[in-house]
């Protein structure tokens, strides 16, 4: 099927409905390919689990239910364990990781089989190279949205200006053929630079290149903090204006002082839903978000990109304007979580939620915190200090991890938890292991969620936890033939000890693998069988890639 599934996956679906073999007689050559035997199959939809037999040919599900007479060339028993569709992270970063690590170990152990790549803006500009390098083989399938900000950084650089009309018009033809090619829609970071660069208008311009395709409008919204419900309007203005859904990426509150604040954002979700409008969003399961440390710096400050910002910094009076905007922020954010910023130990707490992912220059620094480094170097732990060191880790394009978020029992992440309209998805990448310090996300986020919020705090069902990982961003892509335990469906399966499964990874030793997934086949071929990798690379780009 290598190659195929860009273009055919979504007619192919209606043919393979027809496909369901008949139990073969004694002595007859075994029917099915695989059979899965004797678990519990949690289908994606959301209903409740039932015991059921799995049968996969020609690496799609043929027969589901008691298949007691049937053969097959490979049978596995799974009693006690739960069987349901691969997860598909509608939030992945892993656009490079993908063609430096093919097997995406981190993900495969999460039971993880479909990563949706380019969000928050930066993608490759050309996908149709990239799916081509892909298509010798993955762990996991991957499709790809095209970057707003990548495709402007293209055209205009990294520069804090409007695009010309010529300018917009080769950004459009761009958005165009890599929908063409496959991609699934388009993302924006309008937090950061270079997407923070633009204004609405030219988001719907570029939006309503990726309408003809079905695709979707994917949002790292321009403010996450107190002004966040602007942000949502600015959003679905986006989607109503060039006639696409809208999905709202990793929605959060990083601001203390309006912590709660998802209330009111998700009942304006649920309103625009009874108004018609396509509206969902995606959420990861921990008390902290990661990203670039220039989040703390103004987005003006690094127009022409990191070398524009290091001339910026030598002129002794711009400086001293970025670094009181810098101390300012960081003021605001102890007043914020109802501290004193005169108090040394209120400013010690603001700073070490600020912990270091990705430090290039200097590894030696990677996980550790602002206070710490401070220390290390022999300086005082004063706002300050922490302003300078922050504008120094810029220029240096350290990536940081902010727990800044609020994970207790009843706040924003369980709420955002519950929606019945938020997906499962990681916001993380495919890394190297061991390398670096990253967001235990990229390691544990599907089992975080099953293990911490269903096994043990019964916050979801382990049916609808289940179905915010497969079904539910299935729809969002539009596929018909993924996401769901059906015949006709691609056999992209995970099967998993719900009694055990759990993240390993946490922030100060990130690089664990997750445990309880024991195995993962994706389009019928083993990629982990009894918890060990096969070497097998069965994932392929998938994609829509067609006008309607
Ligand atoms: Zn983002």
Redesign the pocket.
């Known amino acids: 099927m290598k190659g195929e599934t860009i273009s055919l996956s979504i007619r192919f679906s209606a043919l393979c409905l027809l496909f369901v073999l008949p139990a073969p007689a004694l002595g007859q050559e075994a029917a099915y390919d695989v059979l899965i035997r004797g678990g519990l199959v949690v289908d994606g939809s959301g209903e409740t689990g039932i015991k059921a037999d799995v049968a996969i040919s020609a690496g799609r599900i043929v027969a589901v239910g008691k298949l007691t007479d049937a053969t097959a060339a490979k049978v596995v028993d799974i009693t006690d364990l739960v069987i349901c569709p691969g997860f598909i992270d509608l939030?992945s970063h892993a656009d490079r990781g993908i063609l430096k690590s093919r097997s995406a170990e981190n993900y495969v152990r999460q039971g993880v089989t479909t990563l949706v790549c380019g969000?928050?803006g930066s993608s490759p500009t050309d996908i149709e190279a990239f799916f081509t390098e892909l298509k010798s083989g993955c762990g996991v399938n991957v499709t790809m949205l095209i970057g707003h900000g990548s495709v402007r950084q293209q055209v205009i650089g990294r520069l804090n200006v409007p695009p010309s009309a010529e300018q917009l018009e080769e950004m459009k033809r761009i958005v165009r053929r890599t929908m063409r090619a496959g991609a699934v829609g388009i993302s924006t970071?309008l937090?950061y630079g270079p997407g923070a660069y633009a204004d609405t208008d030219e988001i719907v311009e570029l939006a309503r290149e990726v309408a003809p395709f079905q695709g979707f409008y994917a949002t790292?919204m321009r403010d996450e903090g107190t002004r966040m419900l602007e942000a949502l309007e600015e959003a679905l203005l986006v989607g109503q204006q060039a006639s696409i859904p809208v999905h709202v990426?990793?929605h959060k509150i990083s601001s203390a002082s309006v912590f709660g604040l998802t209330r009111l954002s998700l009942d304006r979700i649920t309103k625009a839903r009874a108004d018609g409008v396509d509206v969902t969003l995606d959420q990861y399961p921990y008390g902290a978000g990661s990203?670039g440390v220039s989040l703390y710096v103004p987005q003006a400050s690094l127009s022409g990109g990191l070398e524009a910002f290091k001339r910026r910094i030598a002129d002794p009076e711009k400086k001293d304007a970025i670094l009181a905007s810098v101390e300012e922020l960081l003021v605001r954010k102890i007043y914020e979580a109802g501290q004193n910023p005169s108090n040394s130990d209120h400013t010690a707490i603001a700073l070490s939620r600020i912990q270091l992912a990705r430090a290039a220059h200097d590894e030696e620094l990677e996980g550790k915190t602002l206070p710490e480094i401070l220390r290390a170097r022999g300086q005082a732990v004063t706002l300050s200090n922490g302003a300078e060191l922050l504008v120094e880790l810029v220029t240096h394009g350290v990536r940081g991890i902010n727990h800044t978020l609020d994970d207790r029992p009843g706040g924003d992440v369980d709420r955002v938890m519950q929606f019945p309209l938020t997906s499962v998805a990681s916001?993380g990448s495919v890394f190297e292991f061991g390398r670096g310090h990253p967001h235990p996300r990229s390691y544990g986020c599907y089992p975080r969620v099953l293990g911490r919020y269903v096994r043990e705090r019964k916050l979801l069902s382990l049916e609808q936890a289940i179905h915010k990982m497969t079904e539910l961003p299935a729809r969002r892509l539009k596929w018909s033939d993924r996401g769901l335990i059906k015949v006709g469906h691609w056999a992209d399966l995970t099967i998993l000890d719900p009694r055990i499964i759990a993240d390993k990874a946490t922030f100060a030793d990130p690089h664990q693998h997750s445990v309880g997934v024991k195995h993962v086949m994706i389009q019928g071929q083993f990629v982990l069988k009894d918890g060990r990798m096969t070497g097998e690379l069965p994932g392929q780009p998938v994609g829509l890639g067609k006008e309607q």
């Open positions: 939030h969000n928050c970071s937090r790292h990426s990793h990203g916001d």
